[in-house]
């Protein structure tokens, strides 16, 4: 357990921290009343957890595949895309529940 605690990098972090951040504000953004889900097959608290934890773990797989291979710039660029892109998405999350 201490290895794999110790094998994460920052970047690493910042995936899962982006992620949890996308989620956390889409949950609460859909409290607020006139708020919804544009996604059809995302409309249940679940779907919306279980698709967000298998896409985390895809980026987390692949760029550390893509590390142990030679492709190091090509995981850094696919972990940096997935925290900008998820914690853009939470941002605007945030911005359309602060409307509310």
Do not use: C, F
Not at 69 to 94: D, E, F, L, Q, S
């Amino acid at each position: 357990m201490l290895a794999l605690l110790l094998a994460v990098s920052l970047l690493d972090a910042g995936v899962v921290a982006a992620a949890t951040a996308d989620l956390a504000s889409t949950e609460y953004g859909l409290s607020k009343p006139g708020l919804r889900e544009a996604n059809p097959l995302l409309q249940t608290p679940g779907s919306r957890a279980a698709v967000k934890l298998a896409s985390t773990a895809v980026v987390l797989v692949v760029s550390r595949h893509l590390d142990t291979h030679g492709h190091k710039r090509g995981a850094k660029i696919m972990r940096w895309v997935a925290i900008i892109g998820w914690g853009g998405a939470a941002a605007w999350n945030m911005r359309q529940a602060s409307k509310r």
